[in-house]
């Protein structure tokens, strides 16, 4: 079984990028702190690449910045192409099938305005989950070309 789910910061800006009619991606890196300190007394951080499609790409891009905690669950996939320089370059990332967002919301506390991490769900937002036959589609189109 390949399920696996991280909660992290998003390292980059979230750009979706159209790759034709009705399909559309979000390649990024989830940075998660694993609480344990390396030799210097710096905490370790691992930074998970995932790709995002369609409707889970439009959330991100919608309501993510650079920075912001999600929680994103899915699978692990590994691929390969050759790049211009004609080496084969080797990718291993998590291809998303649900999203939860962590957006502050304030509230006042004794007069005071508090911010509260409260998860939001693609439901919540509005969301269908991605198409999955139209994604791996298009990633066995891209596959067999690079071949």
């Given at each position: 079984?390949?399920?696996v789910?991280?909660?992290?910061?998003l390292?980059?800006?979230?750009?979706?990028?159209?790759?034709?009619?009705?399909?559309?991606?979000?390649?990024?890196?989830?940075?998660?702190?694993?609480?344990?300190?390396?030799?210097n007394g710096?905490?370790?951080?691992d930074?998970?690449?995932?790709?995002?499609?369609n409707?889970?790409?439009?959330?991100?891009?919608?309501f993510c910045?650079?920075?912001?905690?999600?929680?994103i669950?899915?699978?692990?996939?590994?691929?390969?192409?050759?790049n211009?320089d004609?080496?084969?370059?080797?990718?291993?990332?998590?291809?998303?099938?649900?999203?939860?967002?962590?957006?502050?919301?304030?509230?006042k506390?004794?007069?005071?305005?508090?911010?509260?991490?409260?998860?939001?769900?693609?439901?919540?937002?509005?969301?269908?989950?991605?198409?999955?036959?139209?994604?791996?589609?298009?990633?066995?189109?891209?596959?067999?070309?690079?071949?």
């Amino acid at each position: 079984m390949n399920n696996v789910s991280f909660v992290g910061r998003l390292v980059g800006h979230v750009e979706v990028k159209e790759l034709e009619a009705d399909l559309r991606v979000v390649n990024n890196t989830i940075a998660i702190n694993r609480y344990q300190l390396d030799r210097n007394g710096e905490e370790i951080t691992d930074f998970i690449p995932f790709v995002a499609w369609n409707r889970h790409a439009d959330l991100l891009k919608r309501f993510c910045q650079k920075g912001d905690q999600v929680a994103i669950s899915g699978r692990m996939q590994s691929r390969s192409y050759t790049n211009k320089d004609e080496q084969k370059v080797y990718i291993v990332e998590c291809v998303v099938s649900d999203v939860t967002l962590f957006k502050p919301r304030k509230t006042k506390a004794k007069g005071k305005a508090k911010v509260e991490k409260t998860p939001v769900t693609m439901a919540q937002a509005g969301f269908e989950p991605a198409e999955q036959a139209v994604v791996e589609s298009y990633v066995q189109t891209v596959k067999e070309a690079n071949e």
